[in-house]
């Protein structure tokens, strides 16, 4: 990745020699495996199947996955390359339905591609796969500012509560809930961490636990049953999550149990706090109930890779998200400020409209 003199501990994808390379995220922390691709409908399935996953880096992966098939058809007829990119903007679409950043980035892609006026399908592939390194190096410079923004929040001392994995491994770098934390102690604040487990898929177990360990930032692992105990007690002082989409009045959808934990933080008086990059905004559904929710494979309830807890048979529900009303969030971090008590006036004002 041409991403000069930005600064990243994990590399969550990378481009070499005209393929995609992304971490098997499913094999953390125990294994550190790079997987290949090589066209649009091999970023689809391991976009689907959980190898990268994460708001941000969906997208960025998606916008690869054009210019991995620009590349393919770089030496056909022009027009054979166009139907080509078309099949790959539905083939990456189909892929998982929650976080808007897949759409947003096949959105921009396809738009670049139409406004291209590249004579041969080589020019075009070179255009397009430009245009990929540029959505990846705005996502880290967009994810530094909301850091910058965010970490005024956190004061020197405190516990911040987090919950899945909103770090490096669910962006092309820094993160966004984790990148607030990353900025605050690279401005000298002393910050520790806890990583709710994120059942079923252990995001946080698995991603977050790991991620801030490879830092060197505190942590402390903790059962998603656990944290109303904590906040009970006095012992979070700040909460900050991710964002799948927002929509136009502010609510959010986040990774599953994210509702719980803002519940709780709104009973215990604690702030809770959004980090969003614009990109994960969608002013086109006007609240959270509009938002499309996953519903993952009951298998990932049932157990984890091999291991089986539930008896056979037993039926099982999935949703892979759940949708936070915008009255319990105390602010919406963005790459272009806070928005306090966020609501559709604010969100539109963020946008200029
Ligand atoms: O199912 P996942 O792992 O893709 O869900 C990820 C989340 O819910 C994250 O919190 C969200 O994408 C924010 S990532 C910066």
Known sequence: MRDGDLKK???????????????????????????????????????????????????????????????????????????????AFSVLSASRPTAVNLFWAIERMRVFCRNQSAADASSLAALVVAEAHRIYQEDIQI???????????LHDGDRVLTHCNAGALATAGHGTALGVIRSAVESGKKISVWA??????????????????????????ITDNMSGYLMSRGEIDRI???????????????????????????RHRIPFYVASPLSTIDLAKASGADIPIEERAPCEVTGYGEQFWAPVGVSVRNPSFDVTPASLITGIITERGIVSAPDAGKIRQLFDL
């Not at 994810?143 to 929040?153: P, T, V």
């Not at 801030?212 to 402390?220: A, E, K, N, S, Y």
């Not at 502010?250 to 149990?257: E, L, M, Q």
Request: hydrophobic share 45%.
């Open 9 to 87: 501990t994990v590399e969550t994808l990378r481009w070499i020699d005209n393929r995609l390379e992304m971490i098997d995220q499913r094999l953390l922390p125990h294994q550190f495996v790079y997987v290949s691709h090589e066209s649009a409908a091999e970023v689809a399935t391991s976009i689907r199947d959980m190898v990268i996953r994460g708001a941000p880096a969906i997208g960025v992966a998606a916008a690869y996955g054009v210019a991995l098939e620009a590349l393919r058809w770089r030496d056909q007829p022009a027009q054979e390359q166009r139907s080509a990119l078309d099949e």
């Open 143 to 153: 994810n530094q500012s909301l850091g910058r923004f965010g970490a005024e929040l």
């Open 196 to 221: 709710d487990e994120t059942r079923p898929f252990l995001q946080g177990a698995r991603l977050t636990a790991w991620e801030l360990m490879q830092d060197h930032i505190p942590v402390t692992l």
């Open 240 to 266: 900050i999550v991710g964002a799948d989409r927002v929509a136009a009045n502010g609510d959010v959808a986040n990774k599953i149990g994210t509702y719980m934990v803002a519940v709780l933080a709104h």
